[in-house]
């Protein structure tokens, strides 16, 4: 059974860090890309950042590029996202996903996380 369980989210102030982990099962990581979605409330779900798990070859969206930043961890199938100087636009539900091309196109998801970051 394939599995992306998502940790590390909660609530924090402005200007904080969070780290998201996203532990995965159940599928060869090494042949797949995996990356952070997230989905604020009223709006579209949107790319966050990607990885290859094979050639470690990152995406960031333009609004995350120079905060975030995603590891892999192959040795323990666990991907994080290190988010640093969050910004309240930045509250939303973050997903991790896998698949063949990250961001568009993606076959598994995990369930969500919350990040909520107040002002």
């Known amino acids: 059974e394939v599995q992306l369980v998502e940790s590390g989210g909660g609530l924090v102030q402005a200007g904080g860090s969070l780290r998201l982990s996203c532990a995965a099962s159940?599928?060869?990581?090494?042949?797949?890309?995996i990356g952070w979605f997230r989905q604020a409330p009223g709006k579209e779900r949107e790319g966050v950042s990607c990885?290859?798990?094979?050639?470690?070859?990152?995406y960031y969206a333009h609004s995350v590029k120079g905060r975030f930043t995603i590891s892999s961890d192959n040795a323990k199938n666990t991907v994080y996202l290190q988010m640093n100087s969050l910004k309240p636009e930045d509250t939303a539900v973050y997903y991790c996903a896998a698949g063949s091309s990250c961001p568009s196109s993606m076959d598994y998801w995990g369930k969500g996380n919350l990040v909520t970051v107040s002002s």
């Open positions: 159940g599928f060869t990581f090494d042949d797949y890309a």
């Open positions: 990885i290859s798990s094979s050639d470690g070859s990152t």
